[in-house]
């Protein structure tokens, strides 16, 4: 009889007491005693889980109910690294919820109803290094909110509707290097609003409503090297606007620049890549001596017309070594041709008639900016703040019932949200044509009438948002010849506004989130043929006819997901070459047929078929997506197997995650793709029991499938028969052997693997 030393028994005692210990779980949650993690996804809990073990260092609640995190919510698991509280449902944040969260360093608030950041709401993260809290509803950053992240370096608040950012909003952030405020709707920047951010090196801003460049603000940033301001209504850029001593990367595309002074850039010595590119340049000088050194200069979708007005550019960005990029829009001989192309002595003008004339028809094409009298007193409507400087007008929750007249011909950005219109009548708006950004968001809109907006000729942004609009009338954009994005989203459309859209020429961006759709018909995107990017998230569509987006051949951006669509709409993409983002989420799809992405299989980048229960995907379900496809979501389904991943060699990310994989032969191309990628998959078994939980890529069953090394006998290490027993000669493969074969061995040599164990009756029938 063998003894175990005592300080083997010593050993196992503690780590008897430590599994004992460690083994409190939830109810309806998964832990894990041994990465010491517990994930309570989508259990429709109201609270935070109070049973969860103390020594726990990853908790994920994503998918709850959760409406308020009292004081001390997470009082009992102080050593969590890592906290994830996405789409819970969160309203409130109680002064201390964290406050014993000394070590974490990770967490997630997306996609909840967070609609103010107070003083308080992170007291206790000291150690904290990211912070994610976008898609919520924040209006307000309370000074102080962020003073005691000292640790934090990424900082996301995108998808949120802060309008301004006041002096010293995060004062604290002492480690910060990258600050994320895309896709709000911020006009104004005090100029001490990065107060302190010393280590600030990259800043997004894009997606908002900033009419000028913030020149004041951004040389408060001493450290900052990329500056992302795309998709804001800029329209000029005057000289040694960007001051800025660091900054390498500059991007104003797709804003609405008509001038780009010389020496815009001037002061920013160290400045590399400038893209400007979709303004409405159609000339652009040579930048002033002294300028930066520029390796790159994008103006591409822009009209730029290669006449010997461009000559001079041409000409320094040789001599510089500058790449231009971007195509000629004219003169017909040269349309299309690549800037980087032409040389400077094909950049001819007309005669000097000739070119007259053509100036005096760009003239009269263009309206003329319009002017104040000297001595006139700018116009302001009771109960609204107008900003001279800027050309800003805000009437915010003043309680107005009707639009408010005697606005200021000058004004650029009209804030009329919160207030209490109930409908609006034909020519609201009268003498504001240069008005690029209009808010009527929360206004209790019932109805716009025909011509509601008419001649508001300037204007690019208009957000109808969070209303009661069921319809809208064939003429109601009539006059807003520049419209480009039209938010519409929660409302209460039960059908698509079918027509509403022939007047909109320029529409580039259409948001339908959160309304009540329940199909598309064939023929509601007419008049709407430059479209790019189309948002219908949260309704109820369970039918795409086909060709439904057919007239928008441009189309880029498609977002479906959370709607109750059964099936692929394969059909409906027949004409939509253009498309790259395709998000088909949450949608109740249990199958993907061979083909499904085929019409878009050339253009498409990011594909999201997250959390739909999708229990099975045709083998050639991918067809034809090869290196263009760079995002594969796939997480939260029943996949038990999956197609070959291999043609696509261009993925940058996928997931696996929360698919119960049978762990068989069948899954043995995705082990082998495992082992050629370097890619984070989050692949893991559900399937057999003995395997469950375990990383793919780490698991050896594999080998016992055909052609792929040892016999699964070998494979699973079955012990030798005892020496005291005779030997037997070589039989068949018969139950009655196999029986024979698991003779209990000695005692001393029972200590073999689990996947010794008899397998499951699936494993059984794959095998």
């Not at 979501?633 to 261009?650: A, C, H, R, Y």
Request: proline share 7%.
């Amino acid at each position: 009889m063998h003894l175990l030393p005592t300080w083997t028994i010593i050993v196992l005692f503690f780590l008897c007491i430590r599994e004992v210990k460690s083994g409190k779980c939830p109810k309806f949650c998964m832990c894990d005693s041994i990465q010491l993690t517990v994930a309570c996804v989508k259990k429709n809990l109201t609270e935070v889980p109070p049973t969860i073990d103390e020594i726990t260092v990853k908790l994920d609640l994503r998918g709850n109910n959760i409406q308020e995190l009292p004081t001390g919510a997470f009082k009992h698991t102080p050593y969590l690294t890592h906290l994830t509280l996405q789409n819970t449902g969160i309203q409130k944040v109680r002064e201390g919820a964290f406050r014993s969260l000394g070590r974490l360093v990770f967490l997630n608030l997306a996609y909840n109803n967070i609609d103010i950041l107070y003083q308080e709401s992170f007291d206790g993260l000291s150690s904290l290094k990211q912070l994610i809290i976008d898609h919520n509803r924040i209006e307000e950053i309370q000074p102080g909110a962020f003073a005691q992240l000292g640790f934090l370096n990424l900082l996301s608040i995108t998808h949120n509707q802060l309008v301004y950012i006041p002096n010293m909003a995060f004062q604290g952030l002492q480690n910060i290097n990258w600050l994320r405020l895309s896709h709000n709707s911020l006009n104004y920047l005090d100029i001490e609003a990065f107060a302190g951010l010393f280590t600030l090196t990259r800043l997004s801003i894009d997606n908002n409503e900033l009419q000028f460049f913030p020149t004041d603000t951004m040389t408060r940033l001493p450290s900052l090297t990329r500056l992302d301001l795309s998709y804001n209504p800029m329209t000029y850029l005057g000289e040694e606007v960007v001051t800025m001593a660091k900054l390498t990367h500059l991007f104003l595309d797709h804003n609405s620049l008509q001038d780009f002074s010389v020496s815009a850039v001037l002061l920013s010595p160290k400045l590399t890549h400038l893209d400007l590119s979709h303004n409405q340049l159609r000339i652009l000088q040579p930048l002033a001596a002294g300028s930066p050194k520029l390796t790159r200069l994008n103006l591409a979708g822009n009209p730029i017309y290669c006449s010997c007005y461009l000559r001079p550019l041409r000409e320094w960005a040789m001599q510089e070594r500058v790449r231009l990029v971007g195509t000629c829009s004219g003169p017909p001989h040269l349309s299309d041709e690549n800037l980087d192309a032409v040389q400077p002595a094909d950049l001819r003008c007309q005669s000097h008639e000739a070119m007259l004339k053509a100036e005096l028809e760009e003239q009269r094409r263009l309206p003329p900016p319009p002017t104040n009298p000297p001595g006139d007193k700018v116009k302001c409507p009771d109960n609204c703040i107008c900003e001279t400087e800027n050309n800003h007008t805000s009437c915010e929750k003043m309680g107005h019932t009707k639009i408010p007249r005697g606005f200021s011909p000058d004004t650029r950005l009209l804030d009329l949200r919160d207030n209490h219109f109930h409908y609006i009548a034909s020519n609201s708006f009268p003498g504001l044509p240069v008005v690029v950004s209009l808010h009527l968001q929360r206004c209790k809109i019932h109805e716009l009438e025909s011509g509601a907006f008419s001649g508001m000729k300037g204007l690019v942004y208009l957000y109808l948002s969070e209303n009661y609009l069921t319809s809208l009338s064939p003429d109601v954009f009539k006059g807003l010849p520049q419209l480009t994005y039209l938010h519409v989203e929660k409302n209460q459309f039960k059908q698509f506004p079918k027509g509403a859209f022939k007047l909109l020429p320029g529409l580039l961006a259409l948001h339908l989130e959160n309304n009540a759709i329940t199909k598309l018909e064939k023929g509601i995107l007419t008049g709407a043929e430059k479209l790019r990017s189309l948002f219908l998230t949260k309704n109820n569509i369970t039918n795409i006819a086909s060709g439904a987006f057919d007239p928008a051949s441009d189309l880029a951006t498609l977002h479906l997901g959370n709607n109750k669509l059964m099936e692929v709409p394969t059909n409906a993409f027949t004409k939509t070459s253009s498309l790259t983002e395709l998000n088909l989420s949450l949608n109740p799809i249990r199958w993907i047929g061979a083909e499904a992405f085929l019409p878009v299989a050339a253009s498409l980048k990011h594909l999201y078929l997250n959390n739909m229960s999708l229990e099975k995907m045709s083998k050639d379900s991918l067809a034809g997506l090869g290196s263009g496809l760079q995002s594969l979501l796939l997480e939260g389904n029943k996949l038990e197997d999956v197609p070959d991943f291999s043609p696509l060699t261009g993925l940058e990310v996928i997931n696996l995650a929360e698919n119960p994989l049978l762990c068989d032969c069948p899954l043995l191309p995705l082990r082998k793709w495992l082992e050629r990628v370097n890619l984070k998959v989050r692949a893991k078994c559900g399937y057999p029991p003995e395997l469950k939980g375990q990383r793919v890529k780490d698991i050896h069953v594999f080998k016992s499938c055909p052609g792929q090394g040892p016999s699964l006998s070998q494979n699973l290490k079955i012990p030798k028969v005892p020496k005291s027993t005779k030997p037997r000669p070589a039989l068949p493969r018969t139950p009655k052997v196999i029986k024979t074969i698991q003779a209990k061995p000695k005692t001393h040599k029972n200590t073999k693997s689990r996947l010794a164990q008899k397998p499951s009756a699936k494993s059984q029938r794959s095998v």
